[in-house]
Each structure stands twice: as C-alpha cells, then as structure tokens.
C-alpha cells in the first residue's frame, strides 16, 4: 500500500505562486509515474500533470501549460507542482496520484491517491 499526502495549498491572489507537494510513504513511490489533478466545487476531476519515475518525462494540461512545473526528489519520496501566474480558475482541491502507467492522465489509471489541499485564488 501506498500513502499519498499533499501539503503547500492555501488562498493566494491572482498573478501569485504556489508550490505543491506530495509526500509518500512507500519507497516503491521512486518507481512510479506520479500525477496531480484537480477538482472544482461541482466540476469533474481534471488532469493537471504527470512525471515519470525518473523525471524523464512530463505532461501538462493545456490550461496549464506554460504556467505550472512538475518535479519529483526521489530521495525524499517527494513530487511537487510549481503553480504560478495564478487565475481564479484554477482554485480546486489538488489531488496528487501515483501509478505504474508512463504518461497517464486519466484517474482510472492511478492506483493510490491523497486526500488533496486546497487551493484559493483570490481577485
């Protein structure tokens, strides 16, 4: 089993940074292509971005492309999402995942996930 815990949310004002992470607590987690997605009151979950295990490669979402960067510290089981020129479109819950599959974007294809942190932007 794995644990996942995101941590770095909080209420910011548009044009701020924020920087993500999600911490885990299997050291199978070095191994794994590792996601965030995010969830808007009333909306479906949307994917944000993945990483591969060796940070070799990465995916974004169009909506955030340009905007956000991912990164993993596999020594500190450890992936983060930069997040910055924020809009108040993207305030959602957070949600990082974890799975075997190279490049996935859907949720059907992460097996672990956290309980997500919230992010605000203000106008």
């Known amino acids: 089993q794995m644990q996942l815990e995101e941590s770095g949310g909080g209420l910011v004002q548009v044009g701020d940074s924020l920087r993500l992470s999600c911490t885990a607590s299997?050291?199978?987690?070095?191994?794994?292509?590792v996601g965030w997605f995010r969830q808007a009151p009333g909306k479906k979950r949307e994917f944000v971005a993945t990483?591969?295990?060796?940070?070799?490669?990465?995916y974004f979402s169009d909506i955030v492309k340009g905007r956000f960067a991912i990164s993993r510290d596999n020594a500190k089981n450890t992936v983060y999402l930069q997040m910055n020129s924020l809009k108040p479109e993207d305030t959602a819950v957070y949600f990082c995942?974890?799975?075997?599959?190279?490049?996935?974007?859907?949720?059907?294809?992460?097996?672990?996930w956290g309980q997500g942190t919230q992010v605000t932007v203000s106008s």
């Open positions: 995942a974890a799975s075997g599959l190279l490049g996935a974007t859907t949720t059907r294809e992460y097996n672990y």
């Open positions: 990483i591969s295990w060796n940070s070799g490669i990465t």
């Open positions: 299997a050291r199978t987690f070095s191994n794994s292509a």
